[in-house]
């Protein structure tokens, strides 16, 4: 999983949440800082989403969290050659993030999350795998688009570029080429003139992108 882009991603699909509902807030520094190596940090990630959950079972954007870890963890244990932690892992991360949704399918800091981590842990996957993984992201990301209707105008080229292309290109890589072309259609309507707008062109002339095309856009990528 390319875990530094996960995090921006998430980082931008979530700003238009008011400040006082995001749980993002209290975790996602030290879950950044943890897959980038601080053990300790994911340590205290994984504290703050289980302390949360003890106050309130209830709370969905700290179970999505706590599921986001688990599946990172997952990628750990199958590194250092456990398959078997790292299936169970896999499948309590995957468990967690999906009744994170289903108790709370409206509650774009549980939506945003889980499309992202589904689309950047997919990438490696075999293609059957992965699969019914980027349906669930892609749908995740239009229920947020569905979402921030009243507002979306308003919110800034990253936040709308990220859901837009996340769609497109999700779409591209499990065969909906109908799809992914309207997606990257509308980011040349809406984004011209942006990276977006220019990878979009690229893929509708070649119905293909780089690899080096499909991550994150933002300060820390070369537009």
Same mark, same amino acid.
């Given at each position: 999983?390319?875990?530094?882009?996960?995090?921006?991603?998430?980082?931008?699909?979530?700003?238009?949440?008011?400040?006082?509902?995001?749980?993002?807030?209290?975790?996602?520094?030290?879950?950044?800082?943890?897959?980038?190596?601080?053990?300790?940090?994911?340590?205290?990630?994984?504290?703050?989403?289980?302390?949360?959950?003890?106050?309130?079972?209830?709370?969905?954007?700290?179970?999505?969290?706590?599921?986001?870890?688990?599946?990172?963890?997952?990628?750990?244990?199958?590194?250092?050659?456990?398959?078997?932690?790292?299936?169970?892992?896999?499948?309590?991360?995957?468990?967690?993030?999906?009744? $994170? /949704? @289903?108790?709370?399918?409206?509650? +774009?800091?549980?939506? *945003?999350?889980?499309?992202?981590? &589904?689309? %950047?842990?997919? !990438?490696?996957?075999?293609?059957?795998?992965?699969?019914?993984?980027?349906?669930? $992201? /892609? @749908?995740?990301?239009?229920?947020? +688009?569905?979402?921030? *209707?009243?507002?979306?105008?308003? &919110?800034? %080229?990253?936040? !709308?570029?990220?859901?837009?292309?996340?769609?497109?290109?999700?779409?591209?890589?499990?065969?909906?080429?109908?799809?992914?072309?309207?997606?990257?259609?509308?980011?040349?309507?809406?984004?011209?003139? %942006?990276?977006?707008?220019?990878?979009?062109?690229?893929?509708?002339?070649?119905?293909?992108?780089?690899?080096?095309?499909?991550?994150?856009?933002?300060?820390?990528?070369?537009?």
């Amino acid at each position: 999983m390319r875990t530094s882009t996960l995090v921006l991603v998430i980082g931008c699909l979530l700003a238009g949440i008011a400040v006082a509902q995001r749980f993002d807030n209290k975790v996602r520094d030290d879950f950044f800082a943890g897959v980038s190596g601080d053990k300790q940090a994911l340590q205290r990630a994984m504290k703050t989403c289980e302390d949360a959950l003890k106050e309130d079972s209830g709370n969905s954007q700290a179970l999505v969290w706590h599921g986001t870890i688990l599946y990172f963890e997952s990628g750990q244990a199958f590194q250092n050659g456990d398959s078997q932690k790292g299936m169970e892992l896999y499948q309590r991360g995957l468990k967690e993030m999906e009744s $994170a /949704v @289903a108790a709370a399918p409206d509650d +774009i800091g549980v939506r *945003a999350p889980r499309g992202a981590v &589904l689309l %950047t842990g997919t !990438r490696n996957m075999p293609p059957e795998m992965a699969r019914p993984l980027i349906l669930k $992201a /892609v @749908a995740d990301y239009e229920h947020t +688009i569905d979402l921030e *209707a009243a507002y979306w105008s308003s &919110l800034d %080229t990253h936040s !709308r570029g990220e859901l837009l292309f996340g769609i497109a290109e999700g779409s591209s890589r499990i065969g909906d080429q109908e799809k992914a072309t309207a997606y990257f259609e509308r980011i040349g309507k809406e984004l011209p003139e %942006t990276v977006y707008a220019k990878r979009a062109a690229t893929w509708l002339e070649t119905k293909s992108l780089p690899a080096s095309q499909t991550g994150c856009v933002g300060c820390h990528t070369e537009k």
